[in-house]
Antibody, heavy 126, light 112 residues
Framework: QVQLQQSGPRLVKPSQTLSFTCAIS??????????WNWIRQSPSRGLEWLGR?????????DYAESVKSRISINPDTSKNQFSLQLNSVTPEDTAIYFC????????????????WGQGTMVTVSS | DIVMTQTPLSSPVTLGQPASISCRSS???????????LSWLQQRPGQPPRLLIY???NRFSGVPDRFSGSGAGTDFTLKISRVEAEDAGVYYC?????????FGQGTKLEIK
């Protein structure tokens, strides 16, 4: 059974860096059959996809344009997890942050987000 | 970006009665490989979203068969044949045909 366990701070000051990790059990961050995504949810923006990382003989990342200049998503194969860093945060970055698995096209749940982390509410405030 | 528009935004439904939610995309969701990556998610209060339907009409593992999805191109529908109390929550459509992936605004299903 695949599970994603998120960890990270719940309060971050403006201009600082927000960092999360998503630990994977039951699957591998290096899998050729999945991509690993970050999504956030806020009352003002709804559900917003932030980016993803995946391995297909080499590592790839994709980011949403809205955060591209401030975001970094990285795999950690030694710990079987992936991380999110969002720099120069403002109160607009206050949201619940989720990680999620996206299985390959031909698998059950293909190209949808089939497994989600529990979510972490982050407040950006001084 | 592809804009996903759901209707209605709120839907009061009587227990045991059917429910239907519509989702329209601002452009076709047919991928170059012929697939359509439209999915439906359910979110209960305090929980992460849960995958119900993927590729328009495929029920995910463990999802009751009272849930069904249909549609093509830019117009899609989620139907619940007979609403149960546990179906209360917010439902989202999501497209994964084109980056950035985008979600509908959500439809709140209230059980009467």
């Amino acid at each position: 059974q695949v599970q994603l366990q998120q960890s990270g701070p719940r309060l971050v000051k403006p201009s600082q860096t927000l960092s999360f990790t998503c630990a994977i059990s039951g699957d591998s961050v290096s899998s050729n059959s999945a991509a690993w995504n970050w999504i956030r949810q806020s009352p003002s923006r709804g559900l917003e996809w932030l980016g993803r990382t995946y391995y297909r003989s080499k590592w790839y990342t994709d980011y949403a344009e809205s955060v591209k200049s401030r975001i970094s998503i990285n795999p950690d194969t030694s710990k079987n997890q992936f991380s999110l860093q969002l720099n120069s945060v403002t109160p607009e970055d206050t949201a619940i942050y989720f990680c999620a698995r996206q299985p390959n096209d031909v698998l059950p749940g293909g190209d949808a987000f089939d497994i989600w982390g529990q979510g972490t509410m982050v407040t950006v405030s001084s | 970006d592809i804009v996903m528009t759901q209707t209605p935004l709120s839907s009061p439904v009587t227990l045991g009665q059917p429910a239907s939610i519509s989702c329209r995309s601002s452009q076709s969701l047919v991928h170059s490989d012929g697939d359509t990556d439209l999915s439906w998610l359910q979110q209960r209060p305090g929980q992460p979203p849960r995958l119900l339907i993927y590729k328009i009409s495929n029920r995910f593992s463990g999802v009751p068969d009272r849930f069904s999805g249909s549609g093509a191109g830019t117009d899609f529908t989620l139907k619940i044949s007979r609403v149960e109390a546990e179906d209360a929550g917010v439902y989202y459509c999501m497209q994964a045909t084109q980056l950035p992936y985008t979600f509908g605004q959500g439809t709140k299903l209230e059980i009467k």
